[in-house]
DNA sequence: TCCATAATTCGATAAACGTGGAAATATGGA
DNA sequence: TCCATATTTCCACGTTTATCGAATTATGGA
Protein backbone atom coordinates (compact mmCIF):
# COMPACT_ATOMS: atom_id res chain seq x y z
CA UNK A 1 0.00 0.00 0.00
CA UNK A 2 1.58 3.74 -1.05
CA UNK A 3 1.05 6.69 0.24
CA UNK A 4 -1.46 7.55 -2.24
CA UNK A 5 -3.27 4.83 -1.38
CA UNK A 6 -3.24 5.29 1.93
CA UNK A 7 -4.49 9.22 1.94
CA UNK A 8 -7.39 8.17 -0.15
CA UNK A 9 -8.46 5.43 2.73
CA UNK A 10 -7.65 7.79 5.69
CA UNK A 11 -9.34 10.65 4.13
CA UNK A 12 -12.69 8.06 3.39
CA UNK A 13 -12.46 7.32 6.89
CA UNK A 14 -12.32 10.47 7.97
CA UNK A 15 -15.66 11.73 7.76
CA UNK A 16 -18.95 10.91 10.20
CA UNK A 17 -20.99 8.88 8.14
CA UNK A 18 -18.55 6.98 6.18
CA UNK A 19 -16.58 6.08 9.42
CA UNK A 20 -19.83 4.87 10.81
CA UNK A 21 -20.66 2.87 7.56
CA UNK A 22 -17.67 1.41 7.64
CA UNK A 23 -17.97 0.19 11.22
CA UNK A 24 -21.77 -1.19 10.65
CA UNK A 25 -20.04 -3.47 7.69
CA UNK A 26 -17.05 -4.35 10.13
CA UNK A 27 -19.71 -5.48 12.42
CA UNK A 28 -21.76 -7.45 10.80
CA UNK A 29 -19.27 -9.31 8.78
CA UNK A 30 -18.23 -11.07 5.66
CA UNK A 31 -22.10 -11.13 3.99
CA UNK A 32 -22.56 -7.13 4.53
CA UNK A 33 -25.27 -4.89 4.04
CA UNK A 34 -27.68 -3.14 1.73
CA UNK A 35 -27.11 0.72 0.81
CA UNK A 36 -30.67 1.27 1.88
CA UNK A 37 -30.12 -0.23 5.28
CA UNK A 38 -27.02 0.95 6.14
CA UNK A 39 -28.30 4.56 4.77
CA UNK A 40 -31.27 3.91 7.14
CA UNK A 41 -29.60 2.72 10.13
CA UNK A 42 -27.35 6.15 9.90
CA UNK A 43 -30.00 8.52 8.52
CA UNK A 44 -28.52 9.56 6.08
CA UNK A 45 -30.67 9.75 2.78
CA UNK A 46 -29.62 7.36 -0.23
CA UNK A 47 -28.04 10.07 -2.73
CA UNK A 48 -25.80 10.86 -0.12
CA UNK A 49 -25.22 7.30 1.70
CA UNK A 50 -24.31 6.42 -2.12
CA UNK A 51 -22.07 9.15 -2.54
CA UNK A 52 -20.24 7.94 0.83
CA UNK A 53 -20.09 4.13 -0.13
CA UNK A 54 -18.58 5.22 -3.30
CA UNK A 55 -16.43 6.97 -1.66
CA UNK A 56 -15.56 4.16 0.97
CA UNK A 57 -15.22 1.88 -2.33
CA UNK A 58 -13.24 4.29 -4.27
CA UNK A 59 -10.75 3.71 -1.68
CA UNK A 60 -10.75 0.15 -1.56
CA UNK A 61 -12.55 -0.17 1.74
CA UNK A 62 -15.24 -1.78 0.73
CA UNK A 63 -16.37 -3.96 -2.03
CA UNK A 64 -20.17 -4.37 -3.64
CA UNK A 65 -21.85 -7.18 -5.11
CA UNK A 66 -25.36 -7.03 -6.44
CA UNK A 67 -28.40 -9.51 -5.06
CA UNK A 68 -31.33 -8.78 -6.82
CA UNK A 69 -32.69 -5.64 -6.48
CA UNK A 70 -30.49 -5.25 -3.73
CA UNK A 71 -26.65 -4.33 -3.46
CA UNK A 72 -24.65 -5.49 -0.75
CA UNK A 73 -21.90 -3.44 0.91
CA UNK A 74 -19.29 -5.08 2.74
CA UNK A 75 -15.99 -3.99 4.49
CA UNK A 76 -12.63 -5.32 2.74
CA UNK A 77 -10.87 -6.93 5.66
CA UNK A 78 -7.13 -7.22 3.95
CA UNK A 79 -7.76 -3.13 3.19
CA UNK A 80 -8.34 -2.31 6.89
CA UNK A 81 -5.29 -4.66 7.18
CA UNK A 82 -2.77 -2.95 5.05
CA UNK A 83 -3.51 0.44 6.03
CA UNK A 84 -3.38 -0.66 9.72
CA UNK A 85 0.46 -2.25 8.44
CA UNK A 86 1.19 1.22 7.11
CA UNK A 87 0.37 3.17 9.95
CA UNK A 88 1.95 0.82 11.91
CA UNK A 89 5.66 1.00 10.26
CA UNK A 90 5.26 4.29 8.95
CA UNK A 91 3.44 6.33 11.89
CA UNK A 92 4.22 4.61 14.69
CA UNK A 93 8.39 4.33 15.24
CA UNK A 94 7.45 0.73 13.33
CA UNK A 95 10.50 -1.39 15.50
CA UNK A 96 10.22 -3.39 17.92
CA UNK A 97 7.11 -3.05 20.24
CA UNK A 98 4.45 -3.97 17.99
CA UNK A 99 4.14 -7.75 18.19
CA UNK A 100 1.00 -8.37 15.67
CA UNK A 101 -1.70 -5.94 13.89
CA UNK A 102 -4.50 -8.03 12.08
CA UNK A 103 -7.40 -6.81 11.12
CA UNK A 104 -10.04 -9.87 10.32
CA UNK A 105 -13.96 -10.12 10.46
CA UNK A 106 -15.52 -11.22 13.59
CA UNK A 107 -14.81 -14.85 14.82
CA UNK A 108 -14.93 -15.99 11.00
CA UNK A 109 -10.97 -17.32 11.18
CA UNK A 110 -11.51 -16.00 7.60
CA UNK A 111 -8.07 -13.74 6.18
CA UNK A 112 -6.85 -13.24 9.62
CA UNK A 113 -4.10 -14.15 12.06
CA UNK A 114 -1.02 -14.23 9.37
CA UNK A 115 -0.88 -10.15 9.44
CA UNK A 116 -0.02 -10.59 5.06
CA UNK A 117 2.56 -8.13 4.71
CA UNK A 118 1.90 -6.49 1.73
CA UNK A 119 2.80 -2.98 3.28
CA UNK A 120 4.79 -0.53 0.94
CA UNK B 1 -10.56 8.32 22.33
CA UNK B 2 -14.55 9.34 20.64
CA UNK B 3 -15.37 9.24 16.85
CA UNK B 4 -14.93 13.18 16.66
CA UNK B 5 -11.46 12.62 18.06
CA UNK B 6 -10.80 9.99 15.30
CA UNK B 7 -12.26 11.78 12.21
CA UNK B 8 -9.94 14.43 13.11
CA UNK B 9 -6.77 12.72 13.44
CA UNK B 10 -8.07 10.78 10.23
CA UNK B 11 -8.88 14.01 8.32
CA UNK B 12 -5.58 15.34 9.41
CA UNK B 13 -3.37 12.74 8.27
CA UNK B 14 -5.41 12.18 4.98
CA UNK B 15 -3.29 15.12 3.17
CA UNK B 16 -0.19 14.09 1.08
CA UNK B 17 2.01 16.78 2.93
CA UNK B 18 0.49 16.77 6.37
CA UNK B 19 1.20 13.03 6.47
CA UNK B 20 4.60 13.11 4.99
CA UNK B 21 5.39 15.97 7.84
CA UNK B 22 4.19 13.65 10.32
CA UNK B 23 5.87 10.59 9.30
CA UNK B 24 8.83 12.85 9.32
CA UNK B 25 8.53 13.47 13.01
CA UNK B 26 7.49 9.65 14.02
CA UNK B 27 11.03 8.80 12.30
CA UNK B 28 13.07 11.86 14.28
CA UNK B 29 11.77 10.61 17.42
CA UNK B 30 10.94 12.30 20.66
CA UNK B 31 13.20 15.37 19.69
CA UNK B 32 11.69 16.84 16.58
CA UNK B 33 12.31 19.27 14.36
CA UNK B 34 11.42 22.97 13.32
CA UNK B 35 8.78 24.22 11.18
CA UNK B 36 11.04 25.52 8.90
CA UNK B 37 13.19 22.26 8.10
CA UNK B 38 9.65 20.25 8.50
CA UNK B 39 8.22 22.89 5.63
CA UNK B 40 12.11 22.49 3.47
CA UNK B 41 12.28 18.86 3.69
CA UNK B 42 8.61 18.47 1.83
CA UNK B 43 8.68 21.52 -0.55
CA UNK B 44 6.46 23.56 1.48
CA UNK B 45 5.90 27.18 1.77
CA UNK B 46 6.39 28.24 5.53
CA UNK B 47 2.37 29.51 5.09
CA UNK B 48 1.87 26.28 4.10
CA UNK B 49 3.42 24.41 6.22
CA UNK B 50 1.98 26.29 9.28
CA UNK B 51 -1.06 25.48 8.57
CA UNK B 52 -0.79 21.79 8.33
CA UNK B 53 1.08 21.47 11.43
CA UNK B 54 -1.33 23.50 13.03
CA UNK B 55 -4.14 21.00 11.63
CA UNK B 56 -2.03 18.14 13.01
CA UNK B 57 -1.62 19.88 16.49
CA UNK B 58 -4.87 20.69 16.42
CA UNK B 59 -6.07 17.11 15.90
CA UNK B 60 -3.67 16.26 18.82
CA UNK B 61 -0.96 14.27 16.72
CA UNK B 62 1.76 16.65 17.15
CA UNK B 63 2.72 18.79 20.02
CA UNK B 64 5.05 21.84 19.42
CA UNK B 65 7.45 23.48 22.07
CA UNK B 66 9.78 26.49 21.40
CA UNK B 67 13.26 26.82 21.77
CA UNK B 68 15.00 29.91 21.54
CA UNK B 69 13.71 31.38 17.46
CA UNK B 70 13.15 27.64 16.53
CA UNK B 71 9.70 26.19 17.40
CA UNK B 72 9.71 21.83 17.54
CA UNK B 73 7.18 19.75 16.77
CA UNK B 74 7.08 16.07 17.57
CA UNK B 75 4.74 13.03 16.90
CA UNK B 76 2.64 12.53 19.84
CA UNK B 77 2.59 8.89 20.37
CA UNK B 78 -0.07 8.52 22.80
CA UNK B 79 -2.65 10.09 20.37
CA UNK B 80 -1.02 7.94 17.48
CA UNK B 81 -1.73 4.93 19.71
CA UNK B 82 -5.36 5.92 20.46
CA UNK B 83 -6.32 6.25 17.27
CA UNK B 84 -4.64 2.91 15.87
CA UNK B 85 -6.66 1.36 19.16
CA UNK B 86 -9.54 2.52 18.24
CA UNK B 87 -9.35 1.65 14.63
CA UNK B 88 -8.35 -2.10 16.09
CA UNK B 89 -11.35 -2.09 18.52
CA UNK B 90 -14.09 -0.48 15.74
CA UNK B 91 -13.11 -1.09 12.37
CA UNK B 92 -11.05 -4.45 12.19
CA UNK B 93 -13.78 -6.92 14.06
CA UNK B 94 -12.24 -5.88 16.72
CA UNK B 95 -11.80 -9.62 18.65
CA UNK B 96 -9.11 -11.98 19.17
CA UNK B 97 -6.47 -11.77 16.37
CA UNK B 98 -4.93 -8.78 17.16
CA UNK B 99 -2.42 -9.41 19.61
CA UNK B 100 -0.56 -6.09 20.57
CA UNK B 101 -0.91 -2.73 18.92
CA UNK B 102 0.90 -0.16 20.35
CA UNK B 103 2.83 2.86 18.95
CA UNK B 104 5.51 4.13 20.55
CA UNK B 105 8.85 5.75 19.64
CA UNK B 106 12.13 3.78 18.85
CA UNK B 107 12.95 1.34 21.86
CA UNK B 108 10.64 3.42 24.34
CA UNK B 109 8.17 0.61 25.60
CA UNK B 110 5.38 3.33 25.75
CA UNK B 111 2.13 3.33 26.77
CA UNK B 112 -0.73 0.76 24.52
CA UNK B 113 -3.60 -1.52 25.72
CA UNK B 114 -5.76 0.90 27.23
CA UNK B 115 -8.45 1.49 24.28
CA UNK B 116 -10.82 3.58 25.77
CA UNK B 117 -13.84 2.12 24.84
CA UNK B 118 -16.86 5.54 24.58
CA UNK B 119 -17.73 4.08 21.27
CA UNK B 120 -21.49 5.50 20.40
C1' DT C 1 -45.70 -4.21 -20.94
C1' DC C 2 -46.45 -1.61 -16.80
C1' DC C 3 -45.43 -0.69 -12.14
C1' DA C 4 -42.89 -0.62 -7.81
C1' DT C 5 -38.53 -0.86 -5.45
C1' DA C 6 -33.39 -0.14 -4.91
C1' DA C 7 -29.72 2.43 -6.00
C1' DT C 8 -27.06 5.72 -8.56
C1' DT C 9 -26.27 9.94 -11.16
C1' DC C 10 -27.10 14.79 -11.92
C1' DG C 11 -27.53 19.67 -10.44
C1' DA C 12 -27.31 23.32 -7.45
C1' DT C 13 -25.62 25.19 -3.19
C1' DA C 14 -22.97 26.20 0.93
C1' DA C 15 -19.00 25.12 3.49
C1' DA C 16 -14.35 23.62 4.12
C1' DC C 17 -9.71 22.90 2.22
C1' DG C 18 -5.05 23.89 0.21
C1' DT C 19 -2.09 27.36 -1.63
C1' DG C 20 1.14 31.12 -1.60
C1' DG C 21 2.24 36.05 -1.19
C1' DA C 22 2.21 39.81 2.11
C1' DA C 23 1.95 41.53 6.63
C1' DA C 24 2.34 40.78 11.54
C1' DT C 25 4.42 38.61 15.70
C1' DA C 26 8.33 36.57 18.53
C1' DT C 27 13.13 36.08 19.57
C1' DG C 28 17.89 37.05 19.77
C1' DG C 29 22.06 39.56 18.40
C1' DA C 30 24.79 43.81 17.14
C1' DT D 1 17.20 50.53 19.34
C1' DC D 2 17.58 48.42 14.91
C1' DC D 3 17.96 44.44 12.16
C1' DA D 4 17.71 39.60 10.75
C1' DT D 5 15.55 35.16 11.33
C1' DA D 6 11.65 31.93 12.34
C1' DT D 7 6.83 31.33 12.33
C1' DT D 8 2.37 32.49 12.21
C1' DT D 9 -1.68 35.08 10.70
C1' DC D 10 -4.26 37.30 7.13
C1' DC D 11 -6.14 37.50 2.65
C1' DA D 12 -7.59 36.24 -1.73
C1' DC D 13 -8.27 32.46 -5.02
C1' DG D 14 -9.63 28.15 -6.98
C1' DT D 15 -10.74 23.31 -5.74
C1' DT D 16 -12.91 19.80 -3.32
C1' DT D 17 -16.65 18.17 -0.04
C1' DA D 18 -21.15 17.19 1.72
C1' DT D 19 -25.95 17.69 1.14
C1' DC D 20 -30.47 16.79 -0.74
C1' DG D 21 -34.13 16.85 -4.23
C1' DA D 22 -35.09 15.30 -8.82
C1' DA D 23 -34.24 12.48 -12.65
C1' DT D 24 -32.25 8.16 -14.30
C1' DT D 25 -30.88 3.36 -14.39
C1' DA D 26 -31.43 -1.73 -12.88
C1' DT D 27 -34.25 -5.51 -11.39
C1' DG D 28 -38.17 -8.30 -10.58
C1' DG D 29 -43.17 -9.18 -10.26
C1' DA D 30 -48.04 -8.87 -11.91
Redesign the interface.
Known amino acids: MD?AA??KA??A????HR??A??LL?QV?EEGLPAGVIGEKLGVVSSSMSFHLAALANAGLVTQRRQSRLIFYS?D?TA??S??GY??E??????????????????TGAA??DAEKDVA
Open positions: AVILGLAQELAFRVGAYMNLMLTNCCGGIACIDNVSCCPAQGS
